[in-house]
């Protein structure tokens, strides 16, 4: 397909060595696109639809590649408006990414190698990670260790490669007049990530037993797999 775009070049963002200050916009500008594309909102509407709400009322959550934790700190503050307590765990590389929250909770670390025990969280969740890892095997061993330390849900997304999105992301991210770099970084994105068999494959290879995988609003893949109760 003509958007496929792995293993080709590594998104600007991911680059070491980029001045802090740069690196700073990049998450102000991540932050700004996932809430126009209501990113949340997926969150808060599919956990506690599958755990439901007494289960939603404590819930420690690991998230991986959380960047600079802003989907953590509004799950968190959404949470309390309903009187539940959820611990968000952020796991990242980018040590500046942390900085920039210094409140929030942060372990530095590589999603490839977890440095919690089997069953650790209620729930583990990683989003528009998976596409930013050069190699399929990567992308195995991350679902790999996102199931073994979750205790009951894992939840992943990323984005689905289809040209709507490719199109969509071009128009908004020229229409916000954003740096070329994270134009450039977003339709990158796209085409480096995903479709539906993809991921079944690399949840076979992880070793997930009845991940649930599907397209959500033409523009995400979902991942779901429970530990306690049968999936969805
Ligand atoms: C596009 S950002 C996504 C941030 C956030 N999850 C979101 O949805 O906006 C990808 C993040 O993954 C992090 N990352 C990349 N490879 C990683 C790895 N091996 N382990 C942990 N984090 C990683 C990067 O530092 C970056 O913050």
């Not at 990414?97 to 929030?104: I, K, Q, S």
């Not at 919690?116 to 399929?136: G, K, P, T």
């Not at 061993?141 to 071009?170: C, G, I, M, P, S």
């Not at 290879?205 to 109760?229: D, E, H, M, N």
Request: aromatic share 12%; net charge positive.
């Amino acid at each position: 397909m003509f958007l496929k775009h792995r293993a080709l070049q590594a998104e600007y963002f991911d680059l070491p060595d980029r001045p802090v200050a740069e690196q700073v916009d990049g998450y102000r500008m991540l932050a700004q696109t996932n809430r126009i594309f209501l990113l949340r909102r997926t969150f808060t509407t599919l956990l506690p639809q599958w755990l439901g709400p007494e289960r939603c009322r404590e819930l420690s959550i690991l998230d991986l590649g959380a960047g600079d934790g802003s989907l953590g700190n509004e799950l968190t503050a959404w949470a309390k408006t309903r009187g539940w307590n959820w611990r968000i765990t952020n796991l990242d590389l980018n040590t500046q990414a942390m900085r920039l929250n210094p409140a929030a909770r942060f372990v530095a670390s590589s999603a490839l190698a977890l440095p919690f025990r089997d069953a650790s969280f209620d729930v583990v969740i990683a989003s528009q990670m998976a596409h930013h890892f050069m190699h399929e095997d990567e992308v195995a061993q991350h679902f790999r260790e996102a199931w073994r330390v979750t205790k009951d849900l894992l939840f992943l997304n990323d984005l689905h490669r289809n040209y709507f999105l490719y199109a969509v992301v071009w128009l908004l991210l020229r229409l916000s007049r954003y740096p070329e770099h994270f134009v450039s970084d977003g339709l990158l994105s796209v085409r480096r990530s995903w479709r539906i068999p993809e991921w079944q494959a690399l949840a076979a290879r992880a070793g997930i037993p009845q991940a649930r995988i599907w397209l959500y609003f033409c523009s995400r893949v979902l991942l779901q797999a429970r530990k306690q109760t049968k999936s969805i």
